[in-house]
């Protein structure tokens, strides 16, 4: 079974604090991606990774930043967390669309932010 | 761009119900569709899939077909059950592209 794993449940910042949100997956994907969910705006694409070391900015990136220094390991940062990014947040992982025609992703639990 | 709309919720129906939920895409090529579903508390996962035209994907006695014609992959179930209460996720992915495209969600209650 593909696993997502993701290092927090549930996680309480205050503002200005630097947030890292871990993101591990045991299936070899080259892919790898940070969501937002938000009710009413569905999932919003963050930072999303092709490869170690590679990463190409989604359509909400501003405020965050990540990092990909192992293929399994994706980390999202928050510079200086505000209220606003107050959310849930969701990595996923898939294989290299050239592997297969289609891109099934697999997600983890989520981590539920508050910052205060 | 490429887009994806659903029709809003919460859908509340009662168990043994019909399901419809709809969805339809904008998009330039031939994309793939998916459903994907949320349980409470937990991440997405993929419900069913169709990858071109005409396809019909099923799953767990959900099912949606890829109609070109008319830009949609609507959501089914004969009979529902209150555990099927989720939040229900349509998305496209572009031929050969990376990323999946979300419609905003739509929240099922099943009431017994």
């Known amino acids: 079974d593909v696993k997502v794993t993701q290092s927090s449940r549930y996680l309480v910042k205050r503002t200005g604090e630097k947030v890292f949100l871990e993101c591990v997956q045991d299936?070899?994907?080259?892919?790898m991606f940070w969501y937002r969910q938000d009710p009413g705006l569905g999932l919003r694409l963050i930072y999303f990774?092709?490869?170690?070391?590679?990463?190409e900015k989604g359509d909400i990136p501003e405020g965050y930043s990540v990092s990909r220094e192992k293929k399994e390991r994706f980390s999202l940062i928050l510079e200086s967390a505000s209220t606003n990014q107050t959310s849930m947040y969701l990595c996923?992982?898939?294989?290299?669309?050239?592997?297969?025609?289609?891109?099934?992703?697999?997600f983890g639990p989520g981590t539920r932010l508050t910052v205060l | 761009g490429d887009s994806v709309t659903q029709m809003e919720g919460p859908v509340t129906l009662s168990e043994e119900a019909f399901l419809t939920i709809n969805c339809t895409y904008t998009?330039?090529?031939?994309?793939?569709l998916f459903w994907y579903v949320q349980y409470p508390g937990e991440g997405l996962q993929l419900l069913l899939k169709?990858?071109?035209?005409?396809d019909k994907g099923s799953n767990k006695g959900f099912e949606a077909t890829y109609r070109k014609e008319t830009t949609s992959f609507h959501l089914e179930k004969g009979s529902v059950q209150v555990s099927d209460s989720a939040v229900y996720f349509c998305?496209?992915?572009?031929?050969?592209?990376?990323?999946?495209?979300f419609g905003a969600g739509t929240i099922l209650r099943v009431k017994s």
């Open positions: 998305a496209l992915n572009m031929e050969y592209g990376n990323k999946l495209v």
């Open positions: 996923a992982s898939s294989f290299l669309v050239a592997v297969s025609s289609y891109n099934e992703q697999f």
């Open positions: 998009a330039t090529g031939y994309p793939s």
């Open positions: 169709a990858t071109k035209a005409d």
């Open positions: 990774s092709y490869d170690v070391k590679m990463k």
């Open positions: 299936m070899d994907h080259e892919n």
